[in-house]
């Protein structure tokens, strides 16, 4: 089994940064593509960002293309989300995913989810 732990959410004003974590334990962390999802109140969850088990393919969604960035260090079993230049409609519980082998981007190809963190961008 694998567990997803997620940090670094918080409040934010319009314009600033956060640094998302997810550290994961339970299995082999370099056998695993892993991503960010996020799901705001009243609207079905969503991709975000995904990175493969090497770290060499990113992809984005269209909405955060040259404002977030998606980055995993092996080493520590960590996975992060920088995120820059935020908006009121960033505003969302963030879920970290995990994958065994390939990129998922969409919610039901995801193999293992983290419970979430809240973001919340004010205008």
């Known amino acids: 089994q694998v567990q997803l732990v997620e940090s670094g959410g918080g409040l934010v004003q319009a314009g600033g940064s956060l640094r998302l974590s997810c550290t994961v334990s339970g299995r082999t962390f370099s056998n695993y593509a892993m991503g960010w999802f996020r799901q705001a109140p009243g609207k079905e969850r969503e991709f975000v960002a995904a990175i493969s088990r090497g770290g060499g393919s990113l992809y984005y969604a269209d909405s955060v293309k040259g404002r977030f960035t998606i980055s995993r260090d092996n080493a520590k079993n960590t996975v992060y989300l920088q995120m820059n230049s935020l908006k009121p409609e960033d505003t969302a519980v963030y879920h970290c995913?995990?994958?065994?082998?390939?990129?998922?981007?969409?919610?039901?190809?995801?193999?293992?989810w983290g419970k979430g963190t809240l973001v919340t961008v004010s205008s």
């Open positions: 995913a995990a994958n065994k082998l390939r990129i998922a981007t969409t919610p039901s190809a995801v193999d293992y």
